[in-house]
């Protein structure tokens, strides 16, 4: 069974400038999740959907960053514009049904702001 | 969600037993106790996960408290590839959201 698939699996920006990272969850999983990893520290979450609909959002920044699952899919994770304390790793990592199934996690987009 | 407490490093030879505490005094009768992984330049992976009795799989084992307010995650025989980010995670079941902490990190010694 193929996992998660991220790509770029490395990204350098300079800030202000925009970028995009892509996740293709397991096949029929239905929940897809974002996690912003910084240096030293655990995952945080970000957004989770459901299918192509928000589940949570409440921790991510909306005034630059951006997420969509259009076809309930693949997604895409959009920052713009960038700052320097976006630098971190990007992980999409998907479930079969809901929050409640065992996450499986992509290799993640380490993103560096210079 | 409840707040967990690890240590931060911890070493084991190779081919010994590992046995990775976390403290989650906090914890209410319906929390789940999650265990990831996070390998070097990898994603985290699952390990095992508990609610209130002792759990084992091809990976590991899960040691809970009778009282729930800690827990022991045991790998019965360390090797090289066991080194990583430890992320014990307390969550309830309704409302399963992975908060992670800054986890414990196992250093296998050949």
């Known amino acids: 069974e193929a996992g998660v698939a991220q790509s770029p699996r490395y990204k350098i920006i300079e800030k202000r400038q925009s970028v995009a990272f892509w996740c293709n969850p397991i096949s029929g999983h239905a929940t897809l999740y974002w996690y912003q990893q910084i240096l030293g520290q655990g995952p945080k979450l970000l957004i989770q959907?459901?299918?192509?609909?928000?589940?949570?959002d409440s921790q991510l920044p909306k005034d630059r960053f951006s997420a969509e699952r259009l076809k309930g899919v693949d997604s895409t994770l959009k920052i713009q514009p960038a700052k320097l304390e976006d630098s971190a790793v990007y992980l999409c990592a998907s479930s079969f049904r809901g929050s409640s199934d065992t996450q499986y996690f992509g290799p993640g987009t380490r993103l560096t702001v210079l | 969600d409840a707040k967990t407490t690890q240590p931060n490093s911890m070493e084991s030879n190779e081919e010994e037993p590992v046995h990775l505490p976390c403290n989650h005094s906090t914890i209410s009768g319906t929390d789940y106790i999650h265990w990831y992984r996070q390998l070097p330049s990898q994603g985290p992976e699952y390990v095992i996960h508990?609610?209130?009795s002792n759990v084992n799989n091809r990976m590991a084992s899960l040691a809970i408290a009778e009282d729930r307010k800690s827990s022991t995650l045991i790998l019965h025989r360390a090797t090289l590839r066991d080194a990583a980010v430890y992320y014990c995670?307390?969550?309830?079941?309704?409302?399963?959201?992975?908060?992670f902490g800054s986890g414990t990190r196992l250093l296998v010694r050949p």
């Open positions: 995670i307390s969550s309830r079941d309704s409302s399963y959201k992975l908060i």
């Open positions: 508990g609610l209130t």
């Open positions: 959907f459901q299918n192509n609909g928000v589940v949570d």
